[in-house]
């Protein structure tokens, strides 16, 4: 019963798809982010620009493949300039938030940048689902 729930291409079964390749994703971009912070402490929003370059590029990949594998009205190439778009609004939307947090709020770089993400991954879903990744 689950199994068939996942696979096909109602919102709960993408949005599940979509968190299980977004633990991936956020895993690579907090990898990143972290490893970077370690090396050149203070520099969160440079690390985080890389973190979400690294993890945008995995989720390009495993979305358009997984997540929204129905059969989508654009080829690639739209599909890239859409998910670039999101990707930008994304960096903006995620550095500003971890900006107010750590720089204003005086929060831990590592837990700002988790809660950050929370917000930021919601929001990347309903785009891509809506725009970038939109079915025939």
């Known amino acids: 019963m689950i199994a068939q729930q996942m696979t096909g291409n ?3 079964a ?3 798809r979509y968190g299980l390749v977004g633990l991936v994703v956020l895993a690579a971009d907090f990898g990143v982010y972290s490893l970077l912070l370690a090396l050149f402490p203070g520099q969160f929003l440079a690390a985080n620009l890389c973190g979400k370059l690294t993890g945008a590029a995995l989720g390009f990949v495993l979305h358009r493949h997984v997540t929204f594998r129905w059969a989508q009205r654009d080829g690639a190439a739209r599909q ?3 998910y670039l778009a999101v990707l930008g609004f994304n960096l903006l939307l995620s550095s500003a938030l971890l900006w107010f947090a750590i720089r204003l709020l005086g929060a831990n770089a590592y ?3 988790l809660g950050v993400d929370i917000v930021v991954v919601g929001t990347a879903f309903l785009l891509s689902r809506l725009w970038v990744y939109r079915p025939l």
């Open 10 to 12: 109602g919102l709960i």
């Open 14 to 16: 993408q949005g599940a």
């Open 80 to 82: 890239v300039a859409a």
């Open 111 to 113: 837990l700002a940048k």
